[in-house]
Each structure stands twice: as structure tokens, then as C-alpha cells.
Nanobody
């Protein structure tokens, strides 16, 4: 019973910035990792950035130096600060959350948000 909600997408000119937010809620015992993926028209979904509970990060080569992922563990929320946007960044951005449920078996969960659209155009 975990829900993930993304927000912050929109229409931005090249060179502009956005901050995406992803909040997870529900019967969460722990979160191991949260990440941002994106999918452009006609392309496969790809990892953009990920962060573990311990703070370790991983970025796609195409966004290094422009995107920054961070999280607020107390709020079960992850953020993606996007700077120097390029038209190639246009995509639906999805949040992925991995962790353990509050259950007798601490069952692992992996859920996706509904996505938020980022459009970069002049």
C-alpha cells in the first residue's frame, strides 16, 4: 500500500530550470532507494538519477553536472533539480521507489509514480 506522487513538471525554455518532487506514502517500513527515470517519445525508459538512503547517488552521463538528486528521508521525498535544460531532456519523468513494507514479512516493494511531463522548447 504505497503511493508515489510526482510534481513539478512543465514547459521551460532551453537553459531554464525545474525542480521535480516525488513523495511516497503508505505502509512504508523503510526506503532503500529512490530514483528518477524518463521516457521520451519512441525511446525506452532510462535511468536519470538515483539515490540511496545512505546518500549515494548515480547519474546518467547525459545529465551529469546539470541534474542534482536529493532526498528528505523524514518526508519520504526525493527531489530532482534540473538546470541548463536542453530540448533533448523533453520526456515524461517517473519516480521509482524501492523499500520494505510494514508487514510480518517486511515484503519488498517497488512502485512507480504516474509521471510528470517536462517539455523544453523555445
Amino acid at each position: 500500500q504505497v503511493q508515489v506522487v510526482e510534481s513539478g513538471g512543465g514547459l521551460v525554455q532551453p537553459g531554464g530550470s525545474l525542480r521535480l518532487s516525488c513523495a511516497a506514502s503508505g505502509r512504508i517500513f523503510s526506503i532503500n532507494a529512490m530514483g528518477w527515470y524518463r521516457q521520451a517519445p519512441g525511446k525506452e525508459r532510462e535511468l536519470v538519477a538515483a539515490i540511496t538512503s545512505g546518500g549515494g547517488t548515480n547519474y546518467a552521463d547525459s545529465v551529469k553536472g546539470r541534474f542534482t538528486i536529493s532526498r528528505d528521508n523524514a518526508k519520504n521525498t526525493v527531489y530532482l533539480q534540473i538546470d541548463s535544460l536542453k530540448p533533448e531532456d523533453t520526456a515524461v519523468y517517473y519516480c521509482n521507489v524501492e523499500g520494505a513494507l510494514v508487514s510480518t514479512t517486511m515484503r519488498r516493494f517497488e512502485v512507480w509514480g504516474q509521471g510528470t511531463l517536462v517539455t523544453v522548447s523555445s
